[in-house]
C-alpha cells in the first residue's frame, strides 16, 4: 500500500509564505491525480487543490490565484505552494490520491502575527 508524508508545514505571519511536500512510498503519481484537503480545528475536511495526470489544476474559490499546486512525478512528490496566507489557513493539511482512500498524516500550518 502507498503512503504519504507530508512536510513543510509551520507557522507563518499574516502576508507569508510556505511550501508543503507530500511525499508517495512508491511510484504512483503518473497514474492518478493528486489532491491537497485542509481541516481547521472543529471543522469538516475541505478540498484545497487537485492536479490531473496531465497537470492540469483546479483550485478552491477561497485559496485561487494565491496557492499553486505542482508535481514531480520521478521525485514522487506534489507540493502546495502558499502565498499571501491569511490567518483562515490555518489548518491541518492532507495529501489525498484523488479516488482513493489514501491520506498521509497531515502537516499543521499556523498563520498568525
Known amino acids: 500500500q502507498v503512503q504519504l508524508v507530508e512536510s513543510g508545514g509551520g507557522l507563518v505571519k499574516p502576508g507569508g509564505s510556505l511550501t508543503l511536500t507530500c511525499t508517495a512510498s512508491?511510484?504512483?503519481?503518473?497514474?492518478?491525480?493528486m489532491e491537497w484537503f485542509r481541516q481547521a480545528p472543529g471543522q469538516q475536511r475541505d478540498w484545497v487543490a487537485r492536479i490531473r495526470t496531465d497537470f492540469a489544476t483546479d483550485y478552491a474559490d477561497s485559496v485561487k490565484d494565491r496557492f499553486t499546486i505542482s508535481r514531480d512525478n520521478v521525485g514522487r512528490t506534489v507540493s502546495l505552494r502558499m502565498n499571501s496566507l491569511k490567518p483562515e489557513d490555518t489548518a491541518v493539511y492532507f495529501c489525498?490520491?484523488?479516488?482513493?482512500?489514501?491520506w498521509g498524516q497531515g502537516t499543521q500550518v499556523t498563520v498568525s502575527s
Open positions: 512508491r511510484s504512483i503519481f503518473e497514474r492518478y491525480g
Open positions: 489525498h490520491i484523488y479516488g482513493s482512500s489514501t
